[in-house]
């Protein structure tokens, strides 16, 4: 075991982790990042980023995470390539166990993101990312103006990203495997009454088709109750059927929420149950989910962490 010990170890490299990396990094914390399987996190599976404040016309995704990464590095974040398989937050420092070795932290900043459920269909994964599939209204929805798009689910994720999408497309299609929405019922009623929105009931996705062609050319549904399939005319296919926080090894010790998000302490965004421990962006929050919410809850976190560090490592 390396004697070592990190003054502030941040795990994962999407924008909530490489904020933390570039706040801690500009305070001398000297950084560690361990990356993982995603390098640069969802943003890096969008092509156009349209709404990041700052890019007046655009930003590509991956470009965005390497300019963050880039400005990371040049306040002297180190990155490592590693998984962390297990932890001991009970001792202090904070033991981290990655493949070879274990790494040894005063603060920890978590930043592993949550991963879109998909619903593993034939063609969704071919034509993932900028081909017509997506998980994100908010990123891609202005791509489908004046088209017709699909939505896949029944809760007040696919009802706000129909709703959003009927800003640009001709028709959106809702296709839930119910006859009514589980989606609050606010989101539910505004979603089934706009005159853009045309709920499928009862229907599952079944087959995206395009794949030869590269590019999203229909939905193939079935309908449960009657077993008949049609194609829905869509060029853009919305999945929203809840996403899956990576909280892997950190929970428990750290507390989670119902829906398996990380729980910050009453009062904080970014404080976990443990003193020292932090999280940030999509593993902690199911409600924006935004490149740019992330980014600040990673700023939030760095400097908590900081703080936690001058008051109990001075000197
Ligand atoms: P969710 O509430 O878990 O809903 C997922 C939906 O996808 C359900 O309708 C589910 O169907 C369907 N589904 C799941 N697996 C499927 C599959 N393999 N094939 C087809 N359909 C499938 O997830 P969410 O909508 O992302 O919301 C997550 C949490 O965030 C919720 O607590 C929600 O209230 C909250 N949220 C709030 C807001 C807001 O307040 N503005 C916005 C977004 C999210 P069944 O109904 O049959 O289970």
Redesign the pocket.
């Known amino acids: 075991m390396s004697t070592t010990v990190e003054n502030v170890v941040i795990i994962g490299t999407g924008c909530a982790g490489l904020t933390a990396a570039i706040y801690t990094a500009r305070s001398s914390l000297n950084p560690l990042v361990l990356e993982g399987s995603l390098p640069g996190g969802q943003l890096t599976t969008t092509s156009e980023v349209e709404n990041f404040p700052g890019f007046p016309h655009g930003v590509d995704g991956y470009q965005l995470t390497q300019n963050m990464r880039e400005q990371a590095t040049r306040f002297g974040t180190r990155f490592e390539q590693a998984l962390v398989t297990s932890v001991d937050f009970t001792t202090m420092p904070r033991k981290l166990v990655v493949a070879d070795r274990t790494i040894l932290a005063r603060t920890v900043i978590i930043a592993t993101g949550a991963s879109p ?1 998909m ?1 593993g269909i034939p063609g969704e994964k071919e034509l993932y990312g900028g081909k017509g599939v997506t998980t994100c209204a908010t990123c891609d929805g202005a791509f489908y103006r004046k088209m017709e798009v699909a939505v ?7 009802a ?1 990203e129909a709703l959003f999408l009927t800003r640009f497309a001709s028709k959106v299609y809702l296709v ?3 006859d009514s ?4 019922k606010i ?1 539910a009623d505004r979603a089934t009454t706009h005159e853009k929105i045309v709920p499928v009931w009862d229907s ?2 079944v087959e995206v088709l395009g794949v030869k062609e590269g590019a999203v050319s229909g939905l193939k549904v079935k309908n449960l109750k009657t077993n008949a399939e049609s194609v829905l005319p869509v060029k853009g296919i919305f999945v ?4 899956i926080p990576n909280t892997g090894p950190f929970a428990p010790p750290l507390a989670v929420d119902e ?1 398996g998000y990380f729980k910050p302490q009453p009062g904080s965004q970014v404080q976990t149950n443990i003193p020292g421990i932090y999280v940030a962006g999509d593993c902690s929050d ?2 924006y989910r935004q490149a740019i919410t992330a980014a600040g809850m990673g700023c939030a976190a760095a400097i908590e962490a900081e703080r936690w560090l001058a008051e109990h490592h001075s000197g």
């Open positions: 459920r619903t896949i689910g029944g809760g007040d994720s696919a706000e839930h495997r119910r929405l589980r989606a609050s989101m599952v996705p929203a059927i809840g996403h829906g199911h409600v």
